[in-house]
């Protein structure tokens, strides 16, 4: 099949100048429209749209007002909203696909979510969240009960036997929930500090990533992980769990991914576990959070940049757990997050024009 020469770029979502410049370089027509008011008649004439989370602008209809469109790409790592399109979900409920290849950035998080897991993890291992906020209530020095206080007995007792205020990341093993982009690179970092990967995924064995990556980052070929595990396969899960001192999990929001995190799977891990949270927060509720936060040899703690409902309502209890990191779904909202995604953008446009297919293809169907 003759590789398609993309001569027409439909740009529906805010970029900086650098990043239009480079749009322009890359095609030789562009229409930009950040407020998503491209006129249909523009529209008709793209190959290919770079577009907000929802994708296809709000007042497209029908897919037949995009009858040249070959790709459409996402400048966000998700394809949730998108697969709700009214344009598309018609066609997706009777099992059919748009007839246009579809993609997210994934990859542009790969600097600053993994930044995030592990600032997260040492917060909760060095109970920095206690020290913070007892300074800046108390405004005194605290002592180590200050600081312990009712979370002493949310570690290790050869912890607190010693007045240790901290735990060291070196020797636990983290259980990685899904190895993709963001994944691999956490892997990657986690490993400097001595630890052990172990890494679940669908199908339970290595995977080279033909995506995006910039050098020096990331797991290309999947070599980090001591050991893989099939998120299909619930015996050898236990295993996986029951191995992990720190849960991070990066799973998609699909059907399949919703509520999959039960209170009884994160039971099974390692006594005074943490769990660390970057993907949907539909993975797991947040009673069950709770639960295993207060159980006996539980959860030392949570680190939640997404919640289940998303947003917390106000005066949920997780905002005043004392072992409970929640930030408002920003941990990838970091300095060159969008000019990454344009990177992203031309890896997979110019593989399309190479004729290799893009990097990093979402299953209609799949949904993700």
């Known amino acids: 099949m003759t590789a398609p020469t993309l001569q027409t770029l439909g740009a529906t979502c805010p970029l900086s100048d650098k990043s239009l410049a480079q749009l322009r370089a890359l095609f030789p027509t562009v229409h930009y429209y950040p407020k998503e008011d491209i006129p249909l008649e523009l529209l008709a004439q ?18 037949a007002q ?9 400048r966000c ?3 949730d909203k998108v697969l709700q399109h009214p344009a598309l979900r018609p066609l997706l409920d009777q099992g059919k696909e748009p ?11 790969t600097i600053a979510i993994p930044q995030y897991i592990i600032g997260t ?7 920095l969240q206690q020290q913070i906020l007892f300074t800046k209530n108390e405004k005194r020095w605290p002592s180590h009960a200050d600081v ?6 949310w570690f290790p007792p050869s912890v ?7 735990r060291s990341l070196r020797g636990r093993t983290v259980g990685m ?5 963001i994944a691999r690179e956490a892997a990657r970092l986690f490993q400097t500090f001595g630890c052990t990967i172990l890494a679940a995924n669908t199908a339970g064995k290595p995977r080279v990533d033909e995506g995006f990556f910039y050098p020096g980052t990331g797991d290309k070929d999947g070599h980090i992980p001591q050991a893989y595990y099939s998120t299909a396969d619930e015996e050898g899960m236990k295993d996986f769990y029951r191995k992990t001192d720190i849960l991070v999990a990066s799973l998609p929001g699909t059907e399949k991914t919703k509520g999959y995190l039960t209170e009884d799977k994160l039971a099974l891990l390692k006594p005074y576990a943490a769990f660390i949270n970057v993907g949907r927060g539909s993975l797991v509720s947040s009673e069950a959070l709770l639960a295993r936060l207060n159980a006996k040899e539980g959860m030392c703690g949570v680190a939640l940049d997404v919640t289940n409902p998303e947003p917390l309502p106000a005066g949920h209890p997780l905002y005043s757990h004392p072992r409970a990191i929640i930030t408002p779904h920003v941990s990838g909202v970091g300095e060159g997050e969008f000019e990454i995604a344009v990177d992203v953008f031309e890896f997979n446009v110019q593989r399309l024009r190479d004729g290799e297919g893009i990097g990093h293809p979402v299953g209609w169907l799949r949904g993700y």
């Open 160 to 166: 607190n036997e010693y007045n240790y205020y901290g």
């Open 99 to 109: 007839p246009f290849t579809l993609a997210t950035s994934s990859g542009l998080h």
């Open 77 to 79: 790592a998700g394809a």
């Open 66 to 74: 995009v009858p040249r469109l070959v790709h459409l790409q996402l």
């Open 148 to 153: 312990v206080g009712d979370t002493g007995d």
């Open 177 to 181: 929930l899904g190895y993709g982009h």
């Open 46 to 63: 793209c190959d290919v749209l770079y577009a907000n989370p929802g994708g296809l602008p709000p007042h497209v209809t029908d897919i």
């Open 121 to 127: 993890a040492l917060a909760l291992y060095h109970r």
